[in-house]
């Protein structure tokens, strides 16, 4: 039924257990995955840059940024490989990581995207948060809401 799945990341435990269901969602489908983990895009901020004596201090967030998106994605690649699952990874600097999300689902020619979501109202209940909300809106293709089972897998 799907061919090409989204897993965007940001890393956390929830998105961390969303990538690992997609990724064997996507081995019963035949499917490949594609990783995406979205980056602030990089900005020159002085005033950060002089209030932490830095005045690299942009490059080196941005470069922090990097690291760590390269490490979300190397658990995509990770959990792609053990189940056998044709993959591959991008990430990208965008204001807007729902709109960036569903760009890249409309590029890549993905049939699906499947992501965790942080929402949750005020009586315990999930709900989707601002980028999941964002990303159901704007999305040309279904969108799996993945439910964790625990925030610390």
Do not use: Y
């Amino acid at each position: 039924m799907f061919k090409r799945i989204l897993l965007p990341t940001d890393g956390s435990a929830f998105s961390r257990q969303a990538v690992a269901h997609g990724v064997r969602l996507a081995r019963e489908h035949g499917a490949e995955v594609i990783g995406l983990h979205v980056l602030p895009e990089p900005r020159s901020d002085r005033l950060e840059a002089w209030m932490h004596h830095d005045p690299h201090f942009a490059a080196r967030r941005q470069a922090l940024f990097e690291r760590l998106a390269d490490d979300h994605l190397a658990h995509v690649a990770g959990c792609a490989r053990s189940e056998s699952v044709p993959w591959r990874c991008t990430k990208i600097p965008a204001q807007d990581a729902a709109t960036a999300i569903v760009e890249i689902a409309r590029a890549s020619h993905c049939d699906l995207i499947h992501m965790a979501s942080h929402g949750w109202n005020e009586h315990g209940a999930p709900m989707p948060g601002g980028v999941t909300l964002g990303v159901l809106i704007r999305s040309p293709v279904p969108v799996l809401i993945f439910k964790p089972t625990q925030a610390d897998p």
